[in-house]
């Protein structure tokens, strides 16, 4: 096709330009020199390290704590409006899509078998020698020394019940033949899983989890993580739940099997109470008299078991290092006040970033982009691979070809240090390691508060810095031991300088940057016209025009935040539609009937469906509303979530049901145009959607 050689073209003209005028991207060499020599990966870890230390729980003890902790420090570091913001959160108030989960807060955990001891005791009454069994506890789990194995939101319970598996215990039939009534389940899915059949239905006590963690091509090499467990908010159900091992439940089975019995004793004050959804906030003032009120944020997730290194203390500790760092070169005159506003927010995971938007409107409208860290640090005992992730096309931002424009610098000069030894920005930490980054640029995935920024009702285009694979992640194993002081140097680089930028536009837009942004969208246009070539249909056609319509797009938000003239935005848009053959391109499908039906997002609710332990969706359905096909629909690269999300932001007024079909399909691979509109009827039906007359 065309349009491919064409976009090739123009991508390496441009960036051949680019790399002749300028060898760090987009910043000026002064400003990359003076933060890539001021960031410190040893001031994160140490900040990580202390971090680590706590059991931070939405709303508890150790949150408060940790919360009170980031504010000291950014008070220290010079940062203005430090303050810890409240949103209470009692299990009723709604932040959008977020119904507000009670705090959760634990004292005593305590898991002991129970053992017959056999005793010799010489009797009062003949003098001779006499046994008896005398029952001795073991200590299996305790919270106070690792807090992870106790599952959120279990209840205070006090316990001793014989021991049952049955195996994942997610369904009737891992159940048949086996009494559990009274007794503790032994299983193999998460507690949250189980809890409503295994206590709702069938009685059980409690739960015993040895939940494994996400599959990777590490998944079960390490019998001994203790993978971090949850029980369901809102379960009318209340239990406790305690996790162990694989190898502490391998030991149960194998014993249970065998006809042994097994009695344990479980002791448990926890539980939920009315509390405060806590989310610190700190701004370096921008300097514009009118883009001052504009703000560019740094985004992160404070919440999380202990230790919880990676996931995500690492996050938290490097946006504070962002903020050290531009503060600290600001105030000496080495780096220019920036026009706009950075503002720093450490929130619990999701649900606090939905409690802040929706709570705090004005601050909301401030926020024209977001940089979010959730998991930046992984050293190689990790085996992480560092991505910076795309946004979704339903939100089309030149924001994340500038991270990528850094991202790829770090590339570059780690990869030159690394094979040579040698290069002018290696990147590189006292006490950290000297392999090369090898970011990936990755497409769009979902999972964490990037998802709430980019929602539609919220669009705000975030940039997602994060590692995948983990193989410690949600574990008693994601220690500070495994955090690399120079991942969290680079990964500092490339969001203080993708965040400074942004808050400093330029007075013109530089070649290299228009330059990434093609060079990005050929990578996208050539997978997508080799699926056209392939299968010669118009399915195939329809998912290239996408493309075309996605690069458009891209064009037209240069302006709002580089302040891209209307008529340099229009001849960009122009020059893409005529390289393209936009007009030769065909939809996948002629709309009739349902396809034809034009579907506009209500002003409220606020924020994504898919968030933390609530289903708006299923809260809000009526009898009689069947649970849409699509919601576990398997696509090419996409499943049921990633289709729901974006067929919701797609869902703007204009397109009808066949050109968000399309847009999704070209997004996450072919979906039939019935299962959409199937689920845009479900989402009018509960006040999510209305179709425009």
Known sequence: MRFRLVLTMVASGLLAGAARAQKPPLLPEKDVAAL??????????????????????????????????????????GLRDVEILEFPADGKILYGTQRSRPAWDAEVGELWEVKAKPTRRKSEVTGRDEYRLEFVDEKLASYETEPVVLAEDSESSDVTAELVDVGSGTSESDYAGRDVKGKIVLVGAQPGAVQDLAVGKLGAAGILSYAQNQKTAWWGEDENLIRWGHLETFSEHKTFGFMVSPKTARGMRERLARGEKITLHAVVKAGQHAGNYEVVTATIPGSDPKLKEEEIAFSCHLDHQRPGANDNASGCVTILEVARTLEKLIAEGELARPARTMR??????????LALLNGKPELRKRIRAAVHMDMVGGGPETKAVFHVT????????????????????????SYKFAATGKAEYPFVAP????????????????????????????????????DWPDRYIHTNFDTAANIDTTKLKRAAFIGAASGYFLANPPNEVSGSLYARMFASANQRFSKAAGMAEERKDDEGEASVREQVLYTISLAHSLRPLLGVSAEAEDSLSEAITQFCGMKELRTAGESTGPGLLVFRRNQVPKGPLAVFGYDYFADHTKAGVATP??????????????????????ADGKRNAQKIRDAVSAEYGPVPLEMVVEYLRALEKIGVVSVVK
């Open 36 to 77: 890539a020599n001021e960031l410190s990966g040893e001031t994160a870890k140490r900040n990580l390290e202390v971090m680590a230390t706590f059991h931070r729980q939405r709303g508890s003890r150790g949150f408060h704590a940790v919360a009170e902790l980031v504010a000291e420090r950014a008070r220290a570091y």
């Open 344 to 353: 720093f927010i450490w929130p619990p995971e999701i649900e606090g970033t």
């Open 390 to 413: 795309r946004g979704p096309m339903s939100l089309p931002s030149f924001v994340h070809d500038v991270a990528w424009a850094f991202a790829e610098f770090v590339n570059e000069e």
């Open 431 to 466: 006490e950290g390691g000297k392999e090369p980054l090898r970011a990936e640029y990755s497409a769009y995935s979902m999972g964490s508060d990037h998802d709430v920024y980019q929602d539609s009702s919220f669009g705000i285009p975030a940039i997602y810095m994060n």
């Open 629 to 650: 096909k699509l919601l576990s629909y398997e696509g090419l690269w996409g499943a049921g979530e990633e289709y729901a999300y974006e067929i919701l932001n797609f």
